[in-house]
């Protein structure tokens, strides 16, 4: 592998013979540092050149991956991009996640073909989210196709089942050193500025005691907001020491330390808490992160133990979103399809009438899964009916994406008669995310 950092690579460079050569005169190899960010404006986000080659005695290669880390306010990041692939696939429109590789393993053999992925990637990319005032880290890895491991081979070889416990495929990778970005001192002030412990006990905010703190969190749910991310979710706090964070999508941005919240929210997976020496300790598995609640006026702010003296989370009222489940959708449609605000009071009494029909279709138990499949076809075009006129012809194009998109995922779950996640997924039209 090869992986070099800089401000002005050109997006061709890859395909030029002597682009070694040009990486090392325009920028830095990996292990080094970024040069400052130059100040004439040329090149207002680094460009990082990625090149991998396979193993000739391994598997080919199924795409390189760039890995970002940064900081902000105590807390740390890490997000993963697909920068380059193999076999002409192509990114989630929603995530721009490139779907995973067709396996070829055979597991009563444990043997697999190079019949698809490539023997050579390469990419040129650039930070889509870079903010000059964070410090940030970037490193590139390579991942072949899968292949069977090692414990199905020796398996296989011995006449044994395979063990059961671990996985029977793997995909090997190999990564790169980091390049490390260093904001300036003036990039610096630029810099989202953050609320600390400090900062609120000027305020004449004070730590709320060990009485005060049981009477805040035991027994009771609380929305939350991550005042660094924005993100808003939902915790509860059980009177026997239980705890679990809900409402947090899949691709939600969050902090290190913090574990698989979309997914323990989605299955319900409690983890233990408790309330000792007027701090609140929750664990990621068997980690403890502890709490500290301020209370400035009527506002609570809590500050995490790992996040260097900031208090980065709040207390808030029950979010819209939480309250009206409509307005939600709304909002999502507003976005996606860029509404003014005269279309969302046109569109407000038409979603609703389209929802109330979706929701009598769901617990109508007297169609066949075929029939409400039909009746599925049936609203859809109603609702494209009455919206199209309200449309652009570009807000049209997305609107018939997303259409199809739900018209797609229902008739899946109808048609196997898994009609009980409907109204999940009447949400998912408009957000594209997981979110039940």
């Known amino acids: 592998m090869r992986f070099f950092g800089g401000w002005g690579f050109k997006s061709d460079i890859v395909n ?27 090149g207002t986000a680094p460009v990082f050149v990625v090149w991998a080659v396979k193993d000739p005695t391994s598997a080919n290669l199924d795409r390189i991956q760039i890995i970002k880390g940064w900081t902000q306010n105590g807390q740390s990041f890490e997000k993963v991009y697909d920068v380059a692939w193999s076999d002409g696939r192509e990114p989630d429109k929603w995530t721009g996640r490139v779907p995973a590789i067709q396996s070829t393993v055979d597991i009563e053999k444990a043997t697999y073909t190079n019949s698809v992925g490539w023997a050579e990637l390469k990419a040129v990319w650039t930070d889509p989210e870079f903010d000059s005032s964070q410090h940030a880290v970037y490193y590139a890895r390579a991942l072949e196709i899968p292949t069977p491991r090692w414990t199905l081979i020796q398996a296989v070889k011995s006449g044994l089942p395979p063990p059961d416990v671990v996985p029977l495929t793997g995909q090997e990778r190999a990564w790169t050193s980091p390049i490390w970005y260093t904001p300036s001192a003036d990039a610096r002030k630029n810099a989202q500025a953050g609320t600390t412990v400090v900062d609120l006990k000027k305020k004449g905010a004070a730590a709320l005691n060990e009485a005060q703190l049981k009477a805040l969190i035991v027994g009771k749910a609380h929305w939350l907001r991550n005042n660094v991310t924005g993100e808003q979710f939902w915790q509860s706090f059980t009177a026997e020491g239980q705890t679990t964070v809900f409402r947090v999508g899949s691709d939600a941005t969050m902090p290190s330390g913090y574990g698989n919240v979309a997914r323990d929210g989605y299955q319900g997976t409690t983890s233990p808490y408790k309330i000792e020496g007027g701090k609140l300790i929750t664990f990621v598995s068997q980690d403890p992160y502890a709490f500290t609640f301020y209370k400035l006026g009527d506002t609570y702010y809590a500050a995490r133990g790992n996040e260097f003296g900031y208090a ?20 999502q449609v507003s976005v996606t399809l860029g509404l003014t605000e005269q279309q969302r009071q046109q569109a407000l009494p038409i979603l609703k009438q389209q929802l109330m029909e979706l929701a009598a279709l769901k617990k109508d138990v007297s169609l066949s899964a075929v ?14 009916e009455k919206l199209k006129p309200l449309l652009n012809s570009e807000q049209e194009d997305k609107f018939q994406a ?10 899946e779950k109808m048609a196997s008669k898994a009609a009980d996640d409907v109204d999940a997924d009447i949400k998912a039209w408009f957000s594209g995310k997981s979110v039940k």
Do not use: C, F, H, T
């Not at 013979?17 to 970024?34: F, I, T």
């Not at 997303?402 to 008739?411: A, D, F, G, S």
């Open 16 to 42: 030029a013979s002597d682009w070694v050569k040009q990486s090392y005169a325009g920028g830095v190899p990996m292990g080094a540092d970024l040069a400052p960010m130059p100040s004439d404006g040329k």
């Open 312 to 331: 980065n989370y709040e207390i808030i009222p029950d979010p819209k979103i939480a309250i009206n489940p409509l307005d939600e959708i709304l909002n």
């Open 371 to 384: 029939r409400k499949v039909e009746r599925l076809r049936e609203i859809a075009g109603d609702i494209e």
């Open 402 to 411: 997303l259409r199809e998109q739900l018209r797609r995922r229902l008739i």
